[in-house]
């Protein structure tokens, strides 16, 4: 069964990563999609990608933190494909640093893409799932919005914001037949989490930064974040909203 069968979805953070994977997948399992992101170039590989499998997907590009691009976006997936029933707000980065060491420059920067970014994208799509009478949001947190690392203040304080807007969304749009959901992935094998590793000279283990802190032993896959934001995003979790959902193997387990 093709879970995303009929849907029209927005990715953003769609040119690597978490975001190319989970793109893909959807498509795969029969969605349109809207690629958004501000790398034009991996954007349109991910477009091309999924092409080549016989899937429907478009690029816009677009800087989530800007309030006009993000409603560009929306608007783009309403042209293109007439209506919005998915979102899954992904894009985010991830500096080093501890309060001390991070600038206030830096610190806005953080806060705008991964925070203000998600609010802006939803804030422009709860109303296109209005007029289609439903929809799904799944917004990529990390487990470093419950817990806390070393070298990363800004980061686990936006992702800590982004579950907290997540739960009020999902409290004030569940009338309106619009769930909001959240994941929290650990260490996942993406372009973001192996620079984050070199720059914070993390120790490695088997070849992966941070694989015995996870109770199975290794990091993720992107597919493997893949697969639980679709079924989020699709039909089947039909009473699932405000979820907080680790895809960690077993990270958050073994640090509560």
């Given amino acids: 069964m093709s879970l995303l069968a009929g849907k029209v979805a927005i990715v953003t953070g769609g040119s690597s990563g978490i975001g190319r994977a989970s793109a893909t997948l959807f498509a795969k399992n029969g969605a349109s999609v809207v690629i958004a992101d501000i790398n034009q170039d991996g954007g349109l590989t991910t477009v091309k990608e999924i092409a080549r499998m016989g899937g429907k997907a478009i690029f816009v590009k677009t800087d989530v933190s800007k309030a006009d691009q993000a409603k560009n976006c929306v608007d783009a997936a309403l042209s293109k494909y007439g209506k919005l029933d998915c979102l899954f ?3 985010g980065f991830n500096p080093v640093g501890t309060v001390v060491d991070t600038s206030e420059e830096l610190w806005d920067r953080v806060m705008q893409v991964n925070l203000k970014g998600a609010f802006l994208m939803c804030k422009h799509s709860i109303p296109a799932m209005k007029e289609t009478g439903r929809g799904s949001i799944v917004c990529t947190a990390s ?8 070298n990363e203040a ?11 807007l997540v739960k009020a969304m999902a409290v004030d749009h569940a009338r309106e037949n619009i769930r909001v959901n ?7 094998r993406t372009p973001l989490y192996e620079s984050f590793a070199r720059e914070s000279g993390m120790p490695r283990t088997g070849g992966d930064p941070q694989a015995d802190q ?30 907080v959902v680790p895809v960690d193997g077993g990270y958050s387990a073994v640090k509560l």
Avoid at 143 to 150: F, H, N, Q, S
Avoid at 154 to 164: D, F, R, W
């Fill in 89 to 91: 707000s992904n894009a």
């Fill in 143 to 150: 487990v470093d919005g419950i817990l806390a690392i070393p």
């Fill in 154 to 164: 800004a980061y686990i304080a936006s992702k800590g914001g982004l579950i907290a």
């Fill in 182 to 188: 959240c994941i929290l992935p650990g260490a996942i």
């Fill in 214 to 243: 996870h109770a199975m032993g290794r990091i993720g896959e992107p597919e493997e974040v893949a697969q639980v934001a679709m079924f989020l995003l699709s039909d089947a979790p039909t009473f699932m909203t405000g979820a």
